[in-house]
């Protein structure tokens, strides 16, 4: 093999591949360092990963520690904090050369799908706890409400001025308490969707026309998509709602001079999910980003962003993202949140099955596939729960 040859075969390696000398400078690294760590390979080779991470960095520690005992060593799990704010959690090792002890080659193998995956885990347990609430409190409330709402309208019709706008006030209220569990009762609706093929980008593009008459009037709201993505199999109604959820969402986090929302859809080659409890590994390739350029979410609120009732803003419910998370996993897709710092910028990725038609012979991957499909094997939505 060639030296181009083997340069070309680490390059394609998912995993990140670096060897540093004795002052940790970087002597080589494959694409996937600057893809994950967002770090320049030339800054790295001019002043070293010093240049990067701080000093009491675990992926340091571990390097002096091969080097000083020129011996191998592995941890897991392990959180990686980049001085740009780029945050990993990876499983990483560092291994001496034999023949060059002064260098160390290490591996850094990023466990975002799995901790992405674990996520959705935890958005399931939590939609299943507000969908009970959610039950018990349409039932046990709403009928109250109604009670209270017409006795003080009664009320209303005897009383002067100043009586007359707390009256006003308690209608209001009661309104405003039922929408809240009107929204709620949307998680209990276990129904099966109906769906049909529908074309992202007409979701999009009506998502797009009813925020910039709206909430979005006024905001630089940009679409870069992919044209040639296939159908997904979907409730359009549904869809809408989720990303008008997310567009109002950046809308907000945008509301300044200068805000700016990027709408962009791609295929995403080789993203596939295990299904539990099974050998099968389901297709979503159909990515939609929504990207603004405002402040992102709370550091405390990031691992809770989908759960009901989690909110940074003051008067939020906490229940938008979280009927995004329970429709995204109707539909058997994946729903996640990323920020990065340089430049600022604050993504909601869906990834979707994309649809393939009735009557095609399943493939291995758990999609459907027609003769001679580059895209591969593509989910059937109804199949699989996350």
């Not at 080589?28 to 600057?34: D, K, V, Y």
């Not at 007359?164 to 006030?169: A, C, G, I, K």
């Not at 990065?340 to 909601?348: C, K, N, V």
């Not at 009735?358 to 591969?376: L, M």
Request: glycine share 8%; proline share 5%; hydrophobic share 45%.
């Amino acid at each position: 093999m060639t030296a181009p040859e083997a340069a070309s075969l680490l390059n394609a390696l998912p995993q990140v591949l670096l060897c540093v000398d004795a002052d940790d400078t970087l002597c080589f690294a494959n694409t996937a360092l600057e893809e994950q760590f967002q770090v320049p390979q030339a800054l790295l080779r001019t002043k070293g990963l010093a240049a990067a991470l701080p000093a009491d960095s675990s992926l340091l520690a571990l390097i002096a520690q091969a080097r000083a005992h020129q011996a191998s060593f592995v941890e897991y799990d392990v959180e990686i904090g980049l001085l740009n704010g780029v945050r990993l959690v990876a499983d990483i090792w560092a291994r001496p050369l034999a023949d060059r002890p002064d260098l160390v080659l290490i591996g850094v193998q990023s466990r975002a799908v799995e901790r992405m995956i674990e996520r959705q885990q935890s958005h399931k347990g939590g939609a299943r706890a507000v969908v009970g609430a959610a039950a018990m409190l349409a039932h046990e409330i709403k009928n109250p409400l109604s009670g209270i709402r017409g006795a003080a309208q009664l009320l209303e019709e005897g009383v002067g001025a100043t009586e007359r706008e707390l009256t006003q006030l308690i209608c209001a209220e009661v309104d405003r308490i039922r929408a809240l569990v009107d929204r709620m009762e949307i998680f209990t609706d276990a129904r099966p969707l109906a769906r049909q093929p529908e074309n992202i980008h007409a979701i999009l593009g009506h998502v797009r026309q009813l925020g910039e008459v709206g909430f979005a009037r006024g905001l630089s709201v940009k679409e870069h998509y992919d044209p040639s993505l296939p159908d997904v199999l979907c409730s359009r109604e549904q869809l809408v709602q989720v990303f008008l959820n997310l567009l109002k969402n950046a809308a907000e986090a945008v509301a300044k001079p200068g805000g700016e929302i990027v709408l962009s859809t791609a295929f995403r080659h080789g993203m596939k999910v295990a299904v539990k409890g099974s050998n099968r590994r389901i297709a979503v390739p159909l990515e939609v980003c929504v990207t603004d350029n405002g402040p992102g979410a709370a550091d405390d609120l990031i691992d809770h962003l989908f759960e009901p009732f989690v909110s940074g803003k003051p008067n939020g419910t906490g229940l938008g993202l979280a009927l995004v998370a329970k429709v995204v996993r109707d539909h058997g897709g994946i729903v996640e949140y990323h920020r990065t710092q340089d430049p600022a910028r604050t993504t909601f990725r869906v990834l979707l099955p994309i649809y393939r038609g009735a009557g095609h012979e399943q493939d291995r991957s758990g999609g459907r596939r027609r003769p001679g499909d580059p895209h591969g094997g593509a989910a059937d939505p109804a199949a699989w729960r996350l």
